[in-house]
């Protein structure tokens, strides 16, 4: 009996150990969503929950890049949505139609994502500022007049669509159950790899690098931090992770047309980073979940906003407005201090009933 | 790649010359300077001026002076438009410090309130078009006047520390909620706007003869007018005077007795009634009002804004005449890539001047 109460007592000291790593609640949260599928296929959850999940893992994962690059490196950019659709026509176009190899297709977007976070990366070095996101906002413009014009690799305004992909040569075909379960795990380990990622970056120096660049460039430059490395590095990283969304986006939704990436993408991306929080990582995912996923997983079941699909874009906004007014840290912030201050409240409870049933202290 | 041609390779070589140029001037000329960054930004204002000009007589080579001159006459309208919501985000940047995402919607809201006045007047049986179109202008800019007011006083200035990406995040949030708020009122389907002329005025430059819409006209006359009017407020009263004080300070102007609350709530309201000019002749182009009408208008806007400088209005004014002029001569050149010539051009004369042609470089205290 004393042996099981020390196993046990083991067991719950190493769980707490385990459970304060970073990476447990990646992996729990990983679990949540795959539990999620669980349920979809014994037909307790539907088909457009399952969507909204995938979805705001894939926009999770653009916009932790994009928190690399806002809320640690200071740098505001609006040009997101051009690289998304890239990542998109990328996947698209060498797996779908040129039957490149998945890997392949991947270290060739990976590359794109390079030279295009480059040259975002040089022009910011001499573009500060307001005048960066709307520098930005016009490249994005750029990149969205190329996807229209240049037909032959994103198929204009019909767009491109992933019939099937190959993966570990394995063929999925797109419209059965099979590929959507593949292309629901693929998603979950992705997004579990992109926040382990953006957790080591964060807390390395180079994530120290970017946040002392926010704050003061002369302070950190004065510190021996070279300005035009960081920059550099915060666009390449923001750019992949994009690019990589876009990957995944053509995975889920099996196409991918022009004119969808535009300025109002990148809006919704940097209003999820904003209001969810800029610096956590679970602030962002409670964002992105405010700016997509909100609306169908459960306004749509509430029968005052279903009747109205008005409502729900004025809800939105309104949410945004009243966060960013009241809660400059964003959500996550405000769950941290009510977390902090109902703890102040239990302890000071249990201060009281101990007084109660032990009596007073002596002076 | 598709579509390289004659008028893609032409600004390559022109932009690959400059480079050289400068290169050139940079080797033997500027280095021996004392006072370098001086000289180097004079360079850089004679170079830009150059390549604009090489660009245009290029351009009149190859369709002769009078087309661009008839080109650039049949664009006025969107001229005035881009003027006109130029200087609405220009005046917002100098007071509030941030751009201003809701811009295009607050115009909208305006058109949309214009033209639904314009349709309920008609019906009432008023045959003087020309009235009930000033009548339903007027209306619009009143509404948006308001609504802009409303925005600062009772939005903007409420946030608690927020900065001025913050800022930037309240008027994306409030482009969603004016953008649900339109169907309700004024019901989900566009609205027609009738011009106030389909006509045109036909006039002799030299020999040739030239066409120009009425429409343009009045676009032309109440722009004029409109920013003339702006423009004397600056200068003169002491309005413009505390905009200006603000642009430079917001704290040392509050300090110094001016009222900054009052200053800023006028440069939203003129902002919105701005707005609402330009989206009410932007309808009319298309005929009827949309929700999302003036997203280019916008995106245009802020890179006038951006080419010009947000400092100062003129520049941003110049800049919107070089966008309209590169935006309205692209197309003849190649109608797929248009967009990505202009934008490609502002980069790179915003690479080559970042603070804009007219920005000043503001000294900062580390």
Known sequence: MLKLKNVLANFKKQFLSISKHP??????????????????????LTISVINTFTLVMIYSVVAMGFSLLLGFGGLASLGTAGLVG??????????????????????ISIIIALAVGLLVGFISLRIEGMYLAIITLGLGEMLRQFFISYDTFTGGFTGTSLRSFKIFGKLFESGNDNYFNTVYIIVIICFILAMVATINIIKSPTGRALLSMKNS??????????????RLLAFILSSVFAVLGGVLYILHTKFSYPPQWNLSYSLDILAAVIVGGAQSIYGIIIGVFLIFGLKVSVLNYIPFFSNNPALIVIFNGVLIVLVVMFYPGGLIRLLQTSWFKLKIKLAKIKMKWRTYRYGKDDE | MPGIDVAVRQILIIILGLIAIYAALDLFWLRKQTHKSLYRSRALNVLIVLSILTMIVISARLFTLPIIIQILLLNTIDLSILILATTAVVLIFKTSVTTNFAQGMMATFGAFFAASV??????????NMTLILFAGLFAGIVISFLLGLFI???????????????????????????????????GSNPIVLPAFSVDVKIFNIGDYPMVIPVQNLYAIAITVIVLAALFIALRFTKWGLGVRATASSETIASMMGVNTHVITAMSWAIAGGLGAIAAFFYASMGTQVQVASMVPVQVNAFMAAVL???????????GAILINVFSSIAPYYNGTWQLVIVYGIILLIVLAKPLGLFGKKIAKKV
């Open chain 1, 23 to 44: 990476y447990f609640g990646f992996i729990v949260l990983g679990l949540i969503f795959l539990f999620a599928l669980f349920l979809r296929n014994m037909g307790l």
């Open chain 1, 86 to 107: 890239l990542g998109s026509f990328i996947m698209g176009y060498f797996h779908g139609i040129g039957g490149m190899s998945f890997g392949m297709t991947i270290v």
């Open chain 1, 217 to 230: 460039e002369s302070a950190a430059q004065s510190m021996g931090i070279s300005i035009i490395k960081y």
């Open chain 2, 118 to 127: 314009v349709m309920k007047l008609i019906d009432n049986g008023s045959t």
């Open chain 2, 152 to 186: 600062d006083v009772m939005i903007i200035r409420k946030g608690k520390n927020v900065n001025s990406v913050g800022k930037q995040m309240i008027t994306m949030g409030l482009v969603m909620v004016i953008m649900g708020i339109i169907p309700v009122i004024f």
């Open chain 2, 308 to 318: 010009g400088s947000f400092g100062s209005f003129g520049g941003s004014i110049i």
